[in-house]
C-alpha cells in the first residue's frame, strides 16, 4: 500500500527503547474534533509511553485529520501515521494497523473515544499474570451514547456461556497479538457496520484464556451529537441481513448444537435484528421516497368481492342483496407466485397427535343467503 512520506512516521523508542508491550491501533475517518481527545488519552497514560506503539491509520478523511496526526507524529516518537484511500469502514485500516504492529498486545481504539489513563497498564498487566489471549476492561458510555454491557465483576477467566462478555463484541479489547496471528484473525473490509462480529465471535469462541477487568474504567464509548457514529446510519438493511444471516453460520461452525448455541443465537437476535431496528431507528425522519399508489377506484356496481351489494347507506340496517357462493377456485394473477414444491428429501412433518382433528360435522355449516325481499326494512330503504 502507497504510504507518502509526510504522514508516514515509523514507530521507535529512543536508541535503546525496550520492546513495545501494546500496539493500539487506531482506524480514523473524518473524526478530526475528537481526535485530540481520544489521541492525548493514548499519549497520557499512565504505561511509559516507550512501551505503547500507536498507529493511526486514515481512511480517506477529508476534514483535516491525516494533517493533524502527521503534526503530532513530530512530537510523539511512538506514533505511525499512515494515509490511504477511503475503503467503507474500520475494517481495512485496523487490517493494515494490525500488519504492522510489534507489541506484545493489540488493543483497538476508535478515534472518536478515548481511554482511561491507567487503562493500558491494568490491562497489560492482567493479560500477562493471567496468560490472557484476550482481555475485556470496562466499558463506559459517555455523551448520551451507553455501553453495551455493563461488566461488574473482575475475573481472570470466564466463558462465553458463563458471563456477558459475548454481549460485546466490538473490538475495543485488548489482544495477546500471538494469538491472533495463530488464527488468522483479521476485520471484514469495507462494512460500516458490524465489521467487527466475525472477529470478535472467533476470537472469544477460540481463546484459552478470556479475562475482565471491570474495577476501572478503561474504554468511554462516546455518541457524537451530530448522529454521525457508524451505528446510526441508514445502510441497505436487506442486505445487512444477509450479512447477519454468514455471521450466525460462523456461530454455527464454530460452536456445536445444543444449548451453548442456542444462547449465542439468541443473542445474535436481540443484538444485531432487534436492536438496530429498536426505537432509535423508528425515530428516525423517514427518507424521501415515491408516494403509494392511490388505492383503486371502487367498481360502478359497488359491489363487495363476492358479487353482494352492501346496505344501501351505512346504519341503515337493510340486509344487502343475495350473494351468489364464492367460488371455491380462483384463477390467480398472472403476476402471483407459482407455488414451490418441497424437494422430495424434505421430510413431512407428522400431524400432532395430541391435536385431535375437527370432525366435518363440527364444521359451521354456511347459512343460506337472505333474499332483500324477506327484509322488513326494504320497501322503506329502496324508497329512500
Known amino acids: 500500500m502507497p504510504i507518502s512520506d509526510e504522514a508516514a512516521n515509523p514507530a521507535h523508542g529512543g536508541p535503546a527503547g525496550p520492546a513495545p508491550a501494546v500496539s493500539v491501533i487506531v482506524p480514523v475517518h473524518n473524526t478530526r474534533p475528537y481526535l485530540p481527545r481520544s489521541l492525548g488519552s493514548v499519549f497520557a497514560q499512565t504505561l511509559d509511553q516507550r512501551r505503547i506503539e500507536v498507529i493511526a491509520v486514515d481512511d480517506g478523511s477529508t476534514d483535516g485529520s491525516a494533517a493533524w496526526l502527521t503534526g503530532q507524529a513530530r512530537h510523539h516518537p511512538n506514533l505511525t501515521v499512515l494515509t490511504q484511500p477511503a475503503s467503507g469502514g474500520a475494517g481495512r485500516p485496523r487490517n493494515v494497523g494490525l500488519t504492522l504492529a510489534t507489541g506484545d498486545y493489540v488493543f483497538f481504539l476508535d478515534s ?28 463506559v458510555g459517555a455523551d448520551g451514547r451507553a455501553a453495551p454491557v455493563d461488566l461488574r465483576t473482575t475475573r481472570a477467566r470466564v466463558t462465553p456461556f458463563d458471563s456477558p462478555v459475548y454481549w460485546t463484541l466490538a473490538a475495543y479489547k485488548l489482544f495477546r497479538r500471538a494469538f491472533l496471528e495463530q488464527h488468522h484473525l483479521r476485520f471484514v473490509e469495507g462494512r460500516l457496520l458490524a465489521e467487527d462480529l466475525p472477529f470478535g465471535i472467533a476470537a472469544l469462541l477460540r481463546a484459552d484464556t478470556v ?41 454455527e461452525a464454530e460452536v456445536p448444537p445444543g444449548p451453548d448455541r442456542d444462547a449465542l443465537m439468541v443473542r445474535h437476535f436481540h443484538g444485531e435484528i432487534l436492536m438496530p431496528f429498536a426505537a432509535p431507528y423508528l425515530a428516525r425522519p423517514r427518507p424521501a421516497a415515491a408516494p403509494w399508489p392511490p388505492p383503486p377506484a371502487p367498481s360502478s356496481s359497488a359491489t363487495s368481492p363476492t358479487g353482494c351489494r352492501p346496505p344501501c347507506r351505512p346504519g341503515c340496517g337493510c340486509a344487502p342483496t343475495a350473494c351468489a357462493p364464492p367460488s371455491t377456485t380462483h384463477s390467480p394473477p398472472s403476476s402471483a407466485p407459482t407455488p414451490r414444491t418441497p424437494h422430495p428429501s424434505r421430510r413431512t ?17 354456511t347459512p343460506s343467503p337472505t333474499p332483500a325481499t324477506t327484509s322488513p326494512t326494504a320497501s322503506r330503504c329502496a324508497s329512500g
Open 349 to 365: 412433518r407428522p400431524a400432532d397427535a395430541s391435536t385431535p382433528a375437527t370432525p366435518a360435522s363440527a364444521t359451521p355449516a
Open 112 to 139: 472518536d473515544d478515548h481511554l482511561g489513563p491507567e487503562a493500558l497498564d491494568r490491562l497489560t498487566r492482567m493479560a500477562q499474570t493471567h496468560g490472557s489471549d484476550v482481555v475485556h476492561g470496562r466499558i
Open 211 to 251: 479475562s475482565v477487568l471491570a474495577d476501572y474504567d478503561c474504554y468511554y464509548l462516546h455518541g457524537r451529537p451530530d448522529d454521525s457514529n457508524a451505528s446510526r446510519q441508514d445502510l441497505d438493511w436487506c442486505e445487512y441481513l444477509h450479512y447477519i444471516g454468514t455471521v450466525l453460520a460462523t456461530v
